[in-house]
C-alpha cells in the first residue's frame, strides 16, 4: 500500500467473527452490522465471547418498553458483573405509537445502577467501537443500547439499512449520549438537525400516520433532546 | 377500482392456483441474476467504508489496497454501493 492513504478500517482488527459461512439474518440486517462491530471493538480486549448469553425477557430491568422485547447481549465482565448490549428493532406494527419512539432503557439502566450508560447506532461506527470499549473497561455494570434498522420489518429498501439510522442521528430522534459515572456527554451533535417527518417518510411502518401524530413525534423530540442538553449542559458545570 | 371482498379474492387465487397447475402460467417470472458490488479502480479512493458498513462481511481488503467482496457471503444489498462518498461503487450482474 501506498504511504498516503485513506484507509479508515486499518484501526480496527481484520478477524471477522461472521466467517466461514456468513450468517442468516436478512440482507441489509442492521443488527448484523451491530453485531459485526460489537465483536471488532471486543476482539483485542480480553472478553470471552463464547460465554456471551442472549437475553430475550420482556420484562427484564432493561428492557426498552412494556411491549416489545429487545434482544439483550450479556458478556460477563466479571463474577458479578456483566456488560448489556442492547440490539433495539423497534416495533414493525403499523400501530405504532409516537411514544414507543422514546428509549425507556438507557434511563432504567442508569438508576439501577449501571457505571457506563450508551446510545450507539451502525451508521456512526468509530462511535459505537469507542463507547463498546468504553463499556468493557468501565468499573461496574454497562448498558448499551444500539438502534438496529430492519429493512423487512420498517419497510425500507435493504440499501438504506446505514442511511436510515443515520437519520434517526440527524432528526434527534435517537441522540447518540453517554452517562459515564453520572456525568452526561451528547457524543453527536447536529447544529441544524432534519425534521423528524424527513425520517417517518421513508419507513413503510409509518404509512398510516396522520399529521398530527408526525407533530406530537416532532414535540416529543424535541422536548426529549431539550432535556437531555440541559442535563449534560448542568453536569459540565 | 373498488377494493374487492375476500371472497372474490379467495376466488382469484384459487383460479391462479388452477392456471398454475395446468401449466398454463408460471407462478414466478425467470430468475434473475442478483447485482453484486463491482469496484471502479479509478474513482475508488480506498477509504474503506465499504468494508466498514458491510454487514455480512463479504467485503475484504485485497493486497493491492483495494477492495473486493466474496460473492458467496454477499447479499446483494447494496448498502456499500449507497454509502460510497466517490460513487465508485455499481451493482451489476456477475457471471
Known amino acids: 500500500m501506498d504511504t498516503y492513504s485513506l484507509f479508515a478500517g486499518q484501526f480496527l482488527p481484520f478477524t471477522e467473527r461472521y466467517l466461514p459461512g456468513g450468517h442468516n439474518a436478512v440482507l441489509g440486517s442492521g443488527t448484523a452490522l451491530a453485531l459485526r462491530h460489537v465483536y471488532k471493538a471486543l476482539e483485542d480486549s480480553k472478553a470471552d465471547l463464547a460465554q456471551a448469553s442472549w437475553d430475550e425477557t420482556p420484562t427484564g430491568v432493561f428492557a426498552q418498553s412494556d411491549e416489545t ?4 447481549l450479556v458478556i460477563p465482565k466479571s463474577d458479578t458483573e456483566n456488560l448489556y448490549i442492547c440490539f433495539d428493532a423497534e416495533a414493525s406494527s403499523k400501530k405504532i405509537k409516537p411514544e414507543q419512539l422514546a428509549k425507556k432503557g438507557p434511563a432504567k439502566a442508569a438508576a439501577s445502577g449501571c457505571q457506563y450508560v450508551a446510545t450507539a447506532s451502525p451508521s456512526h461506527p468509530f462511535d459505537l467501537i469507542e463507547k463498546i470499549r468504553r463499556g468493557w473497561s468501565a468499573a461496574g455494570a454497562a448498558y448499551i443500547h444500539i438502534l ?3 429493512p423487512v420489518a420498517w419497510g425500507f429498501e435493504t440499501e438504506n439499512t446505514v442511511r436510515i439510522a443515520r437519520m434517526a442521528v440527524e432528526a ?37 400516520w396522520k399529521k398530527n401524530q408526525i407533530s406530537v413525534l416532532q414535540t416529543q423530540t424535541d422536548d426529549k433532546y431539550a432535556q437531555l442538553q440541559n442535563t449534560a449542559a448542568h453536569e459540565i458545570n | 377500482m373498488a377494493t374487492k371482498s375476500s371472497k372474490q379474492m379467495t376466488a382469484v387465487s384459487k383460479l391462479l392456483d388452477r392456471l398454475i397447475a395446468d401449466g398454463k402460467l408460471q407462478a414466478q417470472g425467470p430468475e434473475k441474476n442478483p447485482l453484486k458490488p463491482v469496484w471502479d479502480k479509478l474513482i475508488c479512493a480506498r477509504c474503506a467504508l465499504c468494508y466498514l458498513y458491510c454487514p455480512d462481511a463479504a467485503i475484504s481488503r485485497q493486497e493491492d489496497g483495494y477492495f473486493d467482496a466474496d460473492q458467496e457471503l ?19 450482474e456477475v457471471e
Not at chain 1, 422485547?69 to 439483550?72: F, M, T, W
Not at chain 1, 434527534?172 to 425534521?195: C, M, W
Open chain 1, 69 to 72: 422485547a429487545a434482544p439483550v
Open chain 1, 148 to 150: 438496529c434498522p430492519c
Open chain 1, 172 to 208: 434527534r430522534v435517537f441522540p447518540l449520549y453517554e452517562i459515564a459515572e453520572g456525568h452526561y456527554n451528547i457524543t453527536v451533535e447536529d447544529q441544524s438537525p432534519r425534521k423528524a417527518a424527513d425520517y417517518i417518510s421513508r419507513q413503510g411502518r409509518f404509512s398510516t
Open chain 2, 74 to 92: 454477499c447479499k446483494s444489498c447494496g448498502i456499500c454501493h449507497r454509502e460510497c462518498w466517490f460513487g465508485a461503487i455499481s451493482m451489476q
